[in-house]
């Protein structure tokens, strides 16, 4: 007999919504918080790039990373961050693509699109999502969110923060 | 406008230049003809296309370029991206490997080594004045090609001194990051990031050897790692990422210590003695293999030189110590591409590229919270300019003591701004040349 049900996708949506939205609201210390403590934010800079340790990539943040991150965005002097980054996710598409009866663990996959704005410069970045979530004491953590922007190899400027 | 010899030397002075220098489009066009028209530029690094037919594009300015494996002579082969037909680009952007370039427009088939194979046939070619065999239907090369330790430049101007007399002692740079492989050979591997800086090109070239920004720059990225690396619990490991963002926090007094040494024709490097890639952790299994290879005396003399950035002006910036270069793409007067590669050290621990990709990605990203405030700072550049207020940009800092070698070189301490006016000279000499470029070699 299995362990765990199968969620429902309603389930797995509301924690996209929740996670995304605490994006949009720049609440990097509780979506941080989201990840397990070996969890990372991968967005790779080729399509299907299969390795982010021996491969460049855009984002490859562990929670090192994602704890340095947050405390730049917090300091009076980092001034690529003078201005309020305000953002908007749409999710759609989503599925899940995998899930383990034994461990409760998901494997999600879903479109997105995300307007960010920054000093009067609005950005769209649009693509893939694909995570790997986790049950911890009943509730979803991420071990990893993969973020594939359709552009991934074109140039960028700065991109200010998680997509 | 349009800029007289005259007119271009009251922009340049020994120790300040003026804004229009980084912000006129004419001033722009004129230095991809005179600047970038005249100079080693960088193409790529043979590794890049180790097989013949191997190709990939790039640009000089505004200019495509096709640098390809030709399958003649298997050399490198750099040619202007552009049917001798209609003109039309060849090869879309990009990199493959090909048998031959058709043009997708009339079919004009071009070998790798840049010869017209074919043309559609008619009926009345014979007697038609058109004669496909002229050597004027090829592929139009550069003008100068030359292969340093497999880093590939060009040179559009046939007239150019030749690659080792343009860099001279500078490329000693290459030399050490070679020397860095157990085997004496690098090898281009983890991908390219493309950062789009919209700031005119010399800003991101001077601040490459601009050793008093990172204190105030960088305060924040550095304030934000030591307040982190404070918080671990007492005996855990201290992570790479901090060992990498750490040293841009170093005192005014270190990058005082990080010294410049400038050369001929706008190039330089900082960080002679030490530099903030001195303390890395030693990767165990790598200083082992350095030895085998060079022996405990040799491999030490080797990772004494731990330069920073050394600038190839006006395209090219390595790091040596830590394997990774930045090579400068101007799009317009205000936009350039920033291109980031890696090496793999040849006979070196997986371990070491691990680091070098860990390091591009902390740094040379479009994500790096360090790169961010460095191109803000690029971008307020690019728009405090548009002011009327001030006309000049000053570089005075420790003018009055550049004393040249021997050799041409001149050593200066860190904080001085000799870097940007050893490039300024150059640039000015440059862009007072009239004479025109010659193309063909």
Known sequence: MSQYQRPGLKKIEAFLYHETGLLDRMQLREWIDLFTPTGDYWMPVTPDQEDPVNHISIFYDDRDLMEIRLRHFDNPRSHSKDFTIRSSHVLGNVQLTDFDEGTGDCQVKCNFQCVMYYRDQQQLYAGTCDYHLVLIDGRYHIQRKRVDLINCDAPHGSIQTYV | MSYSVEDIEKLVEPARVHRKVYTDEEIFDLEMERVWG??????????????????????????????????????????????????????????????????????????????????????????????????????RPAAQIDVYHGFVFVNLDANAPNLNEYFGDSLTSIDNMVERSPEGELEIAGGVLRYRHDCNWKSFVENLNDNMHPMATHQSAIEACQSYAKELPEGQEVPETVHILGPFGSSYDFFEDMSHVVFPNGHSYSGNKVSIHSAYPPVPDYVEAMETSYGKEKTKEIFSCARHNTVYYPSLTIKGAIQAIRVVRPISVN???????????????????????????????????????????????????????????????????????????????????????????????????????????
């Open chain 2, 38 to 139: 005249r100079t080693w530029i960088f193409a790529g690094h043979a590794s890049e296309v180790p097989n013949a037919g191997d190709y990939k594009t790039f640009n000089i300015g505004s200019q495509s370029m096709l640098m390809v494996r030709n399958r003649t002579n298997d050399d490198i082969s750099v040619f202007y991206n552009r049917c001798t037909h209609k003109g039309a680009k060849l090869v879309g952007d990009g990199k493959g490997c090909a048998k031959a370039f058709r043009c997708p427009y009339h079919a004009w088939t071009f070998a790798t080594d840049g010869k017209l194979l074919a043309t559609p046939p008619t009926k009345t070619l014979e007697t038609s004045g058109f004669a496909p065999d002229d050597p004027e239907y090829n592929l």
């Open chain 2, 335 to 441: 936009c350039t591409d920033i291109e980031t590669y890696t090496f793999r050290l040849k006979g070196a621990p997986d371990e070491m590229l691990k680091r070098t990709l860990l390091y591009s990605r902390l740094i040379n990203s479009p994500s790096s919270i360090v790169g961010a405030d460095d191109l803000e700072v690029y971008e307020r550049v690019q728009s405090g300019l548009r002011s009327q207020g001030h006309d000049w940009v000053s570089m005075e800092r420790q003018k009055d003591n550049d004393e040249p070698q021997a050799d041409g070189s001149i050593e200066a301490t860190g904080s001085s701004e000799l870097p940007f006016r050893n490039q300024y000279k150059y640039w000015l000499q440059l862009m007072t040349n009239t004479d025109t470029v010659k193309i063909k070699a």
